[in-house]
């Protein structure tokens, strides 16, 4: 069975850099592809990015781009969200998730994931 889990989070100061990670445990990633989701204090869950695990392919929520870079290391299992330019407003509980195939707006949707890490907390200072 395997397992995602996420580690990275913490508190830095606008305009600082934060690295998360997704290991995923207990068998051979097979899923095809990896997404990171966010979720603030009395919002809805909301998209971040997403990695075609095969391909390398990448998308990215609006909010986002040009700040945030998704990477995966296959030998390793393991996903990755570099933050820069951290803002206030991105301040959230940090999910990965791994799901099936997507294309475009479709490997935005929260229904496409099927297992989901604990989450790691990101707070930006002003």
């Known amino acids: 069975q395997v397992q995602l889990v996420e580690s990275g989070g913490g508190l830095v100061q606008a305009g600082g850099s934060l690295r998360l990670s997704c290991a995923a445990s207990?068998?051979?990633?097979?899923?095809?592809?990896m997404g990171w989701f966010r979720q603030a204090p009395g919002k809805e869950r909301e998209f971040v990015t997403a990695?075609?695990?095969?391909?390398?392919?990448?998308y990215y929520a609006d909010f986002v781009k040009g700040r945030f870079t998704i990477s995966r290391y296959n030998a390793k299992n393991t996903g990755y969200l570099q933050m820069n330019n951290l803002k206030p407003e991105d301040t959230a509980v940090y999910y990965c998730?791994?799901?099936?195939?997507?294309?475009?707006?479709?490997?935005?949707?929260?229904?496409?994931?099927?297992?989901w890490g604990q989450g790691t907390q990101v707070t930006v200072s002003s």
């Open positions: 207990g068998r051979t990633f097979s899923r095809h592809t």
């Open positions: 998730a791994a799901g099936g195939y997507c294309s475009g707006y479709g490997c935005y949707r929260v229904q496409l994931y099927d297992l």
């Open positions: 990695i075609n695990w095969n391909s390398g392919r990448t």
